[in-house]
Structure formats: structure tokens, C-alpha cells
């Protein structure tokens, strides 16, 4: 084979690489839009229960922690711009400065630690299941530290006020996002590894 044609199929290989990883970028981060039409209030609460924070977990799992991040990145400069891409289909910058905003930047932090704990899917590793459930645990937990942090600060409250409104009684949806969440991650990790590396 010519070096010349070798050189033309390796950065052809390399732009379907990009475009694979754009392609599953932007997918995820409209499954985390997708989440924004689920939205139950919690009595007592200004933090509602949402699936947007189930597939930021999902993008961390599936993509690893590089994509995964830059799934949620897409999601919240989307929202900051203004698209209705929020709870309750709401947008703009002000929600960060919310009692939300904390949540909203927790969603990176979901992402990127569980999808570092997971580790990036390769065709060449099984999935191991001592990786991807303290991703799970882990990526899940990670969303309530600026989430609880922030609450605190905007509605001037105590520490135990603001976990009594903006963590505890999200422990039990949280578990189930969790369990789902690894369901599916189980089955995609397989499908993108053969998808980012082939």
C-alpha cells in the first residue's frame, strides 16, 4: 500500500471517529433535554424531582467521563442561552443563581465522576460491574454537594434545613435513577466501545 493511501484512509478512520463522538455527544446531551418534560414538585421543597440528572449520570457511564462532560456542558450552555431546556421548560443564565443552579453545575460533576470511576467503554474490556456501581454510587452523590451547597446560600437557610429540602427527600428516587441508569449503561458501554473505537 502507498504511503499516500495509507495516510488518506487513517484520517478518514479519524474524521468518522469525530463525527461518531459529536454524533453521541449531542445525543445525550438531547436525552438530558429529553429528562426536562419530567417534573414533580416535592411539598416543602423548591427543588423538584427531574430525569435530567439520571442521563447526565447515563452520558458519564456510557461515553466516559471526557464525553459525558461535554454532553452535560452542551445541555447547560443550551439552557444559558436561553432554550427551554431546564425543569418546567425553562431557560436563561438567571436559573443558575436559582436554588437549582447548584444542581444544574452537579450535573457535571455527575458525569465526569462517574464516568471516571466507570472508566471510558473499550471494545478489548468487559464491563466490570466493580467499576461501573461505585461510578454509579459515587456519580449520583456528586450532584448534592454544589446542589445542597448553593440551596443553602439562596434561601439563607442551615445546613440541616437545606439537606432536609434539597437531599433527603431525594434519596429514594435517586437509589431507583441509579439502578436504571446501570441497566442501561450495561448494555450501551458495549455498543459505544465498538462505536468510539472502531
Given at each position: 500500500?502507498?504511503?499516500?493511501?495509507?495516510?488518506?484512509?487513517?484520517?478518514?478512520?479519524?474524521?468518522?471517529?469525530?463525527?461518531?463522538?459529536?454524533?453521541?455527544?449531542?445525543?445525550?446531551?438531547?436525552?438530558?433535554?429529553?429528562?426536562?418534560?419530567?417534573?414533580?414538585?416535592?411539598?416543602?421543597?423548591?427543588?423538584?424531582?427531574?430525569?435530567?440528572?439520571?442521563?447526565?449520570?447515563?452520558?458519564?457511564?456510557?461515553?466516559?467521563?471526557?464525553?459525558?462532560?461535554?454532553?452535560?456542558?452542551?445541555?447547560?450552555?443550551?439552557?444559558?442561552?436561553?432554550?427551554?431546556?431546564?425543569?418546567?421548560?425553562?431557560?436563561?443564565?438567571?436559573?443558575?443563581?436559582?436554588?437549582?443552579?447548584?444542581?444544574?453545575?452537579?450535573?457535571?460533576?455527575?458525569?465526569?465522576?462517574?464516568?471516571?470511576?466507570?472508566?471510558?467503554?473499550?471494545?478489548e474490556a468487559p464491563v466490570s460491574l466493580r467499576?461501573?456501581?461505585?461510578?454509579?454510587?459515587?456519580?449520583?452523590?456528586?450532584?448534592?454537594?454544589?446542589?445542597?451547597?448553593?440551596?443553602?446560600?439562596?434561601?439563607?437557610?442551615?445546613?440541616?434545613?437545606?439537606?432536609?429540602?434539597?437531599?433527603?427527600?431525594?434519596?429514594?428516587?435517586?437509589?431507583?435513577?441509579?439502578?436504571?441508569?446501570?441497566?442501561?449503561?450495561?448494555?450501551?458501554?458495549?455498543?459505544?466501545?465498538?462505536?468510539?473505537?472502531?
Amino acid at each position: 500500500m502507498k504511503p499516500g493511501m495509507k495516510n488518506k484512509i487513517c484520517a478518514r478512520a479519524g474524521q468518522r471517529k469525530s463525527v461518531v463522538r459529536l454524533t453521541l455527544t449531542a445525543l445525550f446531551a438531547s436525552l438530558i433535554t429529553a429528562g426536562t418534560f419530567i417534573s414533580l414538585p416535592i411539598p416543602g421543597s423548591p427543588v423538584p424531582v427531574v430525569l435530567q440528572d439520571m442521563f447526565a449520570l447515563l452520558a458519564g457511564l456510557v461515553l466516559g467521563p471526557v464525553l459525558g462532560a461535554a454532553s452535560v456542558g452542551l445541555y447547560l450552555i443550551a439552557g444559558a442561552l436561553g432554550a427551554p431546556v431546564f425543569a418546567g421548560a425553562s431557560g436563561g443564565i438567571a436559573r443558575f443563581l436559582g436554588p437549582t443552579g447548584g444542581y444544574l453545575i452537579g450535573y457535571l460533576f455527575k458525569a465526569l465522576l462517574g464516568g471516571a470511576i466507570a472508566g471510558r467503554p473499550r471494545p478489548e474490556a468487559p464491563v466490570s460491574l466493580r467499576r461501573l456501581v461505585p461510578g454509579i454510587i459515587a456519580g449520583s452523590l456528586a450532584v448534592y454537594v454544589p446542589g445542597v451547597f448553593w440551596l443553602k446560600i439562596v434561601l439563607d437557610d442551615t445546613v440541616r434545613g437545606a439537606l432536609l429540602k434539597g437531599f433527603v427527600p431525594f434519596l429514594p428516587g435517586t437509589v431507583l435513577k441509579g439502578v436504571f441508569a446501570g441497566i442501561i449503561a450495561l448494555r450501551l458501554r458495549r455498543i459505544t466501545a465498538d462505536l468510539l473505537d472502531g
